[in-house]
Structures are given as structure tokens and as C-alpha cells.
């Protein structure tokens, strides 16, 4: 059963570096049928998806992130990574890794909050 | 981007009930789209794929359709289980943009 996992600081100060990833288990992060997002939502609110990357390092960003975000991928460790620079209030959220398919977004982590605050 | 409008943003039905939820495309997205599920402090997760395909052990009740730019998701008969709150989601363009969601209730 594939299983994914975020992992990273909880707390990040305004104007820093947000840094999680999140490992894949239980099957390989370099098959060639599926993309590996980041969709994160603030407390209370809907769902944004922030990126996502093909195991060959193509990276796709929403536009109003684009400037602040990197994904990565690692294959060796079956780990993929986001970064998000320049932190402020509004990115305050939970933030999931998530698989994307043919079809969707079928497997996803349980989630990750992130409190930027000083 | 393309804004994906959702409907009602909540609602309150009896157990047993029909209960519908539409989604509208700002423009044509054919049938790349996607609802999910979300019940609180839990991940979403997937129901119905391409407008209408049932995803692998997702009960019966559950069934979506449409194509274009309107899309509808029904349960047909509403169960306690189902407390969650409910999101489409276009992957016809990038980027994958949400509805704003269904939060849905039992009465």
C-alpha cells in the first residue's frame, strides 16, 4: 500500500524558508505514470494546489507561487521536496504531498501544519 | 486560471436524502474533472475521476456527471458517514484549480 509522509518544521519565522518533504513508501517514486504535488489550505478554507514534479525533475508551479516556490525530487531516497521562500502570515496552512494519476490525486499524506509567526 | 464555482457551500439533508452539488468551469474543461472528499482533520480523497468514474471502492451512492463547464455530483442516498465537505477540482490547465467546496451536513 503506498503510503506518503511530510515531514519539516511546524513553526517558520516571516520572510524565511518553508522546507518539507515527504517520503514515499510502499511503492517507487520514479514511475513513469504519475506526477507528485503539493496542495496545501489554509485553517478554515478550501484547497490550493501549489505544484507538482515528474520523477525526471519537471516541475510545474501555480503562477501565483511561482516567484517563492521550488520542488525538488530525490529518486535515491523516493523523497520529494518543497520549498517556499519569503513566508508570510497567509501561508500559514496545512500542507499535503499528494500522488497524481491518470485520474487524480489518489494518494495523498495526512498533512502537515505550517504556523509562520515570529 | 480557470475558477471552478461551487455549489451550494453548504447544505443540510436528512439521512436517506438526495443530495446534489453542482461545479461550474469558467470555460471548457471537456471531462478533467475530479471530486473529492474531505472529512475534518483528514486528507481528501478521491470519489470520481473524470467527471464520472467511480473511484476503485468508493461506495455506489456516489456518482458524478456532466462535461464542458457543468459538472454535478450526487449522492443518492445521504448516510451519517458522509458528514465531510465535498471539492471539485479541474486538471485540464494548469493550474489545478479547486471549487471552493460543500460542506454537508446531516439535519
Known amino acids: 500500500q503506498l503510503q506518503l509522509q511530510e515531514s519539516g518544521p511546524g513553526l517558520v519565522k516571516p520572510s524565511e524558508t518553508l522546507s518539507l518533504t515527504c517520503t514515499v513508501s510502499?511503492?517507487?517514486?520514479?514511475?513513469?505514470?504519475?506526477?507528485w504535488g503539493w496542495i496545501r489550505q489554509p485553517p478554515g478554507k478550501g484547497l490550493e494546489w501549489i505544484g507538482s514534479?515528474?520523477?525526471?525533475?519537471?516541475?510545474y508551479y501555480n503562477p501565483s507561487l511561482k516567484s517563492r516556490v521550488t520542488i525538488s525530487v530525490d529518486t535515491s531516497k523516493n523523497q520529494f521536496s518543497l520549498k517556499l521562500s519569503s513566508v508570510t502570515a497567509a501561508d500559514t496552512a496545512v500542507y499535503y504531498c499528494?500522488?497524481?494519476?491518470?485520474?487524480?490525486?489518489?494518494?495523498w499524506g495526512q498533512g502537515t501544519l505550517v504556523t509562520v509567526s515570529s | 486560471d480557470i475558477q471552478m464555482t461551487q455549489s451550494p457551500s453548504s447544505l443540510s439533508a436528512s439521512v436517506g436524502d438526495r443530495v446534489t452539488i453542482t461545479c461550474q468551469a469558467s470555460?471548457?474543461?471537456?471531462?478533467?474533472l475530479n471530486w473529492y472528499q474531505q472529512k475534518p482533520g483528514k486528507a481528501p480523497k478521491l470519489l470520481i475521476y473524470?467527471?464520472?468514474n467511480l473511484e476503485t471502492g468508493v461506495p455506489s451512492r456516489f456518482s458524478g456527471s456532466g462535461s464542458g463547464t457543468d459538472f454535478t455530483f450526487t449522492i443518492s442516498s445521504l448516510q451519517p458517514e458522509d458528514i465531510a465537505t465535498y471539492y471539485c477540482?479541474?486538471?485540464?490547465?494548469?493550474?489545478?484549480?479547486f471549487g471552493g467546496g460543500t460542506k454537508v451536513e446531516i439535519k
Open positions: 499528494a500522488r497524481r494519476g491518470p485520474a487524480g490525486y489518489d494518494y
Open positions: 510502499g511503492g517507487s517514486i520514479s514511475s513513469s505514470s504519475y506526477y
Open positions: 514534479i515528474y520523477y525526471s525533475g519537471s516541475t
Open positions: 470555460q471548457d474543461i471537456s471531462n478533467y
Open positions: 473524470d467527471a464520472s
Open positions: 477540482q479541474q486538471y485540464d490547465n494548469l493550474p489545478h484549480t
